[in-house]
T-cell receptor, first 114, second 110 residues
Framework: DTGVSQNPRHKITKRGQNVTFRCDPI?????LYWYRQTLGQGPEFLTY????????KSRLLSDRFSAERPKGSFSTLEIQRTEQGDSAMYLC????????????FGPGTRLTVT | KQEVTQIPAALSVPEGENLVLNCSFT??????LQWFRQDPGKGLTSLLL?????REQTSGRLNASLDKSSGRSTLYIAASQPGDSATYLC?????????FGAGTILRVKS
């Protein structure tokens, strides 16, 4: 069991550019979550997938944000026309199909928009 | 809307002390509660999960309790060590998502 992985770990981009992050969940975990964390705050929920279906989206997920999980395995989070306010740590988590729904987090992708 | 509050925001203790971190939540209709540890610039490590039907969970020097009716949880750390220095986050499962507190920054001085 290799844990949740995220790539890239760090991304610096200029305002207005598009960025895409990838998350690989723990194998056989059918639930996948994206959160965003700003400095000094706890993570905030963005969106949730069960298999390939996106079942819940936060109001934080503006129309510049899109997330996919095309084959029910890895997921991508794309931010279009980045703004300085998008600078944050983007965290991915997964949980198994049965049991306690305990969420296991990846190392995160740190986004800096200049 | 579920809100989670953690007190204190920061704590500094000498090595060897026992300590308690507090977490409160506004809606008692939770499925479970998780305590996490986060090192600077890193992801979250799950420490303990307490189901809504449980009162406490223990792992090594850590003990977490849950009082759902009063909307409170505590994380007890025994015999603290410098390696325990980190941010500790409490999160309640609210439907499909976790709702987090802002965390307690713990510093254990050697």
């Amino acid at each position: 069991d290799t844990g949740v992985s995220q790539n890239p770990r760090h991304k610096i981009t200029k305002r207005g550019q598009n960025v895409t992050f990838r998350c690989d969940p723990i194998s056989e975990h059918n639930r996948l979550y994206w959160y965003r964390q700003t400095l000094g705050q706890g993570p905030e929920f963005l969106t949730y997938f069960q298999n390939e279906a996106q079942l819940e989206k936060s109001r934080l997920l503006s129309d510049r944000f899109s997330a996919e999980r095309p084959k029910g395995s890895f997921s991508t989070l794309e931010i279009q026309r980045t703004e300085q306010g998008d600078s944050a740590m983007y965290l991915c988590a997964s949980s198994p199909r049965q049991g306690t729904w305990e969420q296991y987090f990846g190392p995160g992708t740190r986004l800096t928009v200049t | 809307k579920q809100e989670v509050t953690q007190i204190p925001a920061a704590l500094s203790v000498p090595e060897g002390e026992n300590l308690v971190l507090n977490c409160s939540f506004t809606d008692s209709a939770i499925y479970n509660l998780q305590w996490f540890r986060q090192d600077p610039g890193k992801g979250l490590t799950s420490l303990l999960l307490i189901q809504s039907s449980q009162r406490e969970q223990t792992s090594g020097r850590l003990n977490a309790s849950l009082d759902k009716s009063s909307g409170r949880s505590t994380l007890y750390i025994a015999a603290s060590q410098p390696g325990d220095s980190a941010t500790y986050l409490c999160a309640v499962r609210d439907g499909n998502k976790l709702v987090f507190g802002a965390g307690t920054i713990l510093r254990v001085k050697s």
